[in-house]
């Protein structure tokens, strides 16, 4: 898998999104060089305030910038009423979360990470809404989705 060829994919896709960069991406995707992992924020009865939850998602993009290289991101903020839901999709090269990022990110310990099994298509499905901002999500409103490509 060439990671930036997914991320142009993903930019340049204007239309029939599913059709083509969600098929693209299954295609491109190397399971043995690439892991893919959901992560929910730990403390979203924290989130009351819409901007604020925003600002956090916005700063954790930010501090994953020495990630660019190796990962793509998406994160979700959900609910139209508070407290918001923060939950993300990354995609990392290697078969597990880089220890860089690990060490280097502090806000990495905020979320619970949870691998996606490839094989299991209710998270396969789950993958691709999360990919295409499928809204609803999981039966609730986006505030918002912002992508770390």
């Known amino acids: 898998m060439i990671l930036d060829e997914w991320k142009r994919l993903y ?4 239309t029939n999104f599913r059709e083509i960069a969600i098929k693209g991406f299954w295609d491109m995707f190397d ?4 892991a ?22 916005s700063g954790f993009l930010q501090r994953m910038d020495l990630a660019r290289k190796y990962a793509f991101g998406k994160m979700l903020v959900i609910g139209s009423e508070p407290p918001f839901k923060v939950k993300g999709l990354w995609l990392f090269r290697g078969t597990e979360i880089p220890k860089f990022v690990l060490d280097e990110c502090y806000d990495m310990e905020l979320y ?11 998270q396969k499905e789950r993958v691709n809404a ?4 499928q809204e609803p999500f999981e039966g609730e409103a986006l505030l918002d989705a912002k992508c770390f490509k």
């Open 11 to 14: 930019s340049n896709t204007k």
């Open 31 to 34: 399971p043995e060089g690439y």
């Open 36 to 57: 893919l992992w959901f992560c929910d924020y730990k403390y979203n009865d924290e989130n009351t305030v819409s901007f604020v939850t925003l600002n956090k998602v």
């Open 112 to 122: 619970e990470w949870t691998k996606v099994d490839i094989n299991d298509e209710a």
């Open 130 to 133: 999360m990919i295409e901002d």
